[in-house]
């Protein structure tokens, strides 16, 4: 008789249990806003309509950078594009009307992601560097075209419609859902060291993951002037920071191609996401300092992330192959 140990059932199950902490990131944040919210009687409609409205947002983000992260990219530039769309809009709208700026827009952001897309592609460098001189590029021209302004932006009833938040975050999770299920089907090979199937099929990979990258970004870039009244070029610093926090959380595995994970990890990284905006929310809503208020945020962040570690390697424990008696 063999004496070799057998796996415990457990481990084929680690992975999607582990994967589970944003849901209690989740019953985390849920307690922590709505008890705050209520002590501090804001809890309303209003509050609940706030939340929303960020989060489609956020989440727009996150499910596009969640699929990124799974295949090994990250988009470094999402924070500028939503900044520079704003701007875009602000200046054009008195010349073409306040539609057809934000279709320019929006196509301009696209082909950011494009040539993002290309670059990564063709020179096989890390999309943390092409995306990094995209975010400076940009971000430099927006405050060159405005003098570093705020560029008020006409005609605000139609950039405040929620169809931009919504349509953006609809078309993320749609989008996000059909390329994972085709990288699944197909199982190209990304990686920047590695030619793979075959440079043409990296490239095209690519370019279509980052070009989507960029026309999400562009969405909520129109979502985030009509909230605002205004383009401004430091409009949506720190977005990539928070995706890449949002998308860390979902569990989705890094690197590691397209599969199944990735697809329960666009589904976490939107409830992560909700968790946040709620706690982000009602912190805001407490009249802390702003420097209470990111020292809150950031110690949240790290006990989460201690959470994330502790239930990682609990399961990651009772998932190891028991010994077999005598070795």
Request: charged content about 10%; glycine content about 14%.
């Amino acid at each position: 008789m063999s004496n070799h140990p057998v796996p415990a059932k457990s481990a084929s199950r680690a992975p999607l249990f582990a994967s589970g902490i944003w849901l209690i990131v989740l019953i985390v944040a849920a307690l922590f806003s709505v008890g705050a919210a209520l002590a501090l009687g804001e809890f309303s409609p209003r509050m609940i309509e706030g939340w929303t409205t960020i989060w489609v947002m956020y989440g727009a983000l996150a499910v596009v950078g969640t699929l990124l992260l799974s295949v090994g990219g990250i988009d470094l530039s999402i924070g500028a594009v939503v900044g520079w769309v704003g701007v875009t809009i602000g200046l054009l709208a008195p010349e073409i009307g306040v539609v057809a700026a934000a279709a320019v827009a929006v196509f301009g952001a696209f082909v950011v992601g494009l040539v993002n897309g290309l670059l990564i592609g063709l020179t096989r460098l890390h999309p943390a560097l092409i995306t990094l001189g995209t975010l400076t590029l940009l971000r430099g021209i927006a405050f060159i075209l405005t003098d570093s302004a705020p560029v008020r932006i006409e005609d605000m009833e139609i950039l405040g419609s929620p169809v931009w938040g919504w349509g953006g975050l609809l078309l993320a999770l749609a989008g996000t859902i059909l390329l994972t299920l085709a990288l699944m089907r197909s199982r190209p090979n990304l990686k920047q060291e590695d030619a793979g199937s075959g440079p043409l099929t990296r490239i095209a990979w690519m370019t279509a993951l980052f070009a989507f990258s960029g026309l999400i970004a562009g969405l909520v870039g129109v979502a985030m002037a009509g909230r605002l009244g205004v383009g401004m070029a430091m409009t949506g610093t720190g977005f990539e920071a928070l995706v890449l926090m949002l998308a860390l959380l979902s569990g989705v595995p890094v690197g590691k191609g397209a599969n199944g994970q990735t697809l329960i990890g666009l589904a976490a990284a939107l409830v992560t996401t909700l968790a946040y905006v709620a706690v982000e929310h009602t912190l805001r809503f407490s009249d802390l300092p702003q420097a209470s208020l990111e020292t809150g945020k950031g110690l949240l962040i790290l006990v989460v992330a201690l959470i994330s570690f502790a239930v990682h390697w609990t399961v990651g424990r009772m998932g190891k192959p028991a010994a077999a008696p005598g070795n």
